[in-house]
């Protein structure tokens, strides 16, 4: 760890100007910030095999107000030196990440200078479906969506496959599903539309709502989980 730290705070000063080295004089200071990154994900791995390690890909960093008017002007200089230590250090763990590495900054009123918090979550990559459109268009023009880590997938009739291998038609870079792991059923019936969940005999299997479910019927604002993954779904009435 000290290895990393070093060369993170090495690679720092060769890229900032002296504005940012007075911006944290008196405030947070970068390597504290590295240090806390390192725990998080330590803190956070979760083994999925003897030689797999899945860890957080995404992370917020929360800042006092005045501390994170300091930083703002530099964040962008700060998160790309974080991002590649980030890397270092999953890669001398064999850590494993399911999708890219995202790090950002806020500010959070219940903090005094000097405080900080680092929150982190897995987000897997996502293949959109198959020959759908992400478009505002498509998504109108959809009564049932899925939204797998802040995006909105259009479906329609019959449905999609949700897995992990490139058979499956929404793909979810995530290593707690299997490579087909559910289907996600859709019927019409004139105006009425009945969407179903159904476990493709996944080794790590659905949850409904909180509850593993071999089939189970769906409304607006459930949640699925596969593996690592929630998936929620919304229906909602076509824009005509």
């Given amino acids: 760890m000290a290895g990393v730290l070093q060369r993170f705070e090495q690679r720092l000063e060769g890229a900032v100007t002296g504005a940012f080295a007075r911006a944290f004089r008196s405030a947070v200071q970068p390597v504290e910030i590295a240090a806390a990154l390192q725990r998080e994900i330590d803190n956070s791995a979760h083994i999925l095999s003897r030689e797999r390690m899945l860890v ?30 980030i890397k270092e250090h999953a890669a001398e763990q064999r850590y494993t990440m399911t999708g890219p590495l995202e790090i950002s900054f806020v500010q959070s009123g219940d903090l005094s200078t000097g405080r900080f918090r680092v929150r982190s979550k897995t987000n897997a990559a996502v293949r959109p479906v198959a020959g759908q459109r992400m478009t505002d268009t498509a998504i109108r023009g959809s009564n049932v969506l899925l939204e797998v880590n802040g995006m909105k ?16 038609d929404l793909k979810i870079d995530d290593p707690g599903i299997s490579r ?23 080794t790590n299997g659905v949850v409904l709502n909180g509850h593993k479910v071999t089939t189970g019927v769906v409304s607006d604002g459930s949640e699925i989980r596969l593996g690592n993954t929630v998936i929620v779904i919304r229906m909602t009435e076509v824009d005509q």
């Fill in 180 to 202: 087909r792991h559910a289907q996600i059923k859709i019927h019409q019936s004139g105006s009425e539309t009945t969407v179903t969940v159904i476990d493709l005999e996944s």
């Fill in 153 to 168: 997938h259009p479906l329609s009739p019959p449905g999609v496959v949700i897995g992990r291998g490139n058979e499956a």
């Fill in 56 to 85: 957080p890909n995404v992370f917020t960093v929360e800042l006092s107000p005045s501390d994170f008017e300091r930083l703002n002007p530099f964040s962008s200089t700060l998160a790309d030196e974080l991002a590649t230590l």
